[in-house]
């Protein structure tokens, strides 16, 4: 359990029509803070884990699949970690929703749902950010899932009954409910723990500030 640490908060600035992938950290702050709600069962309750399951670390991202800097983290950095990282064995990866940009990232959530129920979560997962189109620009629709989900060798049928019968809208309305109650107000955000501590990284920070991170945590 991890409800009783020392959390680390790392943040970086907005910078208003200036956008870099690489971003600058404008602060570190330490704080012990008791989030009963924060301990690693509800951190990775309900997803599906990429890579093994009982790692010392693990990584939960925040995300929305319209998010442009989620976009950017998962082109330019979350390979690296996989790479690095995740595959052999030290650390795993969960995705939770934070679907800031409305309703049509919802959808697309629910739809990474459905293909989950498939076991073909991570798949779908990246077929959707590799044909990332902006934030509330329309490229988000029930014909592009669907296509998605062939792109992914998905059962359509069954895909399909799953998005009509909304059967994750709950699931997802519950991750964006369970990150606002441990404070993420911004995406993509990332808790990266162990038994003992929390770091918070925020937005598409590169490959060598969650290598810092994690060979803290290590």
Known sequence: MIHSMKIYFLAIPAIIGIIFATMMIISQEEASVDLMVLNK???????????NPNAKISIVEFGDYQCTFCY????????????????DGKVNFVYKDFPLNGPSSIMASEASYCAQKQG?????????YENWGGENTGWV???????????????????NSCMDNL???????????????????ATPSFMIFND????RIIGAQSFERFE????ELG
């Open 120 to 128: 073909e979560f991570w798949t779908y997962h990246d077929v959707i």
């Open 41 to 51: 069962e509800n951190l990775i309750h309900g997803s599906t884990i990429l890579g």
């Open 167 to 185: 059967t994750f809208r709950q699931k997802v309305l519950d991750n964006e409910e369970f990150a606002k109650n441990i404070g993420i107000d």
């Open 72 to 87: 950017k983290f998962h082109k330019n950095t979350m390979k690296q970690i996989i790479n690095e990282y995740v595959r």
């Open 141 to 159: 629709t029930r014909d592009t899932l669907s296509g998605f989900a062939r792109d992914t060798g998905l059962e359509l049928d069954e895909f």
């Open 196 to 199: 003992e501590e929390v770091y």
């Open 212 to 215: 810092q991170v994690l060979q």
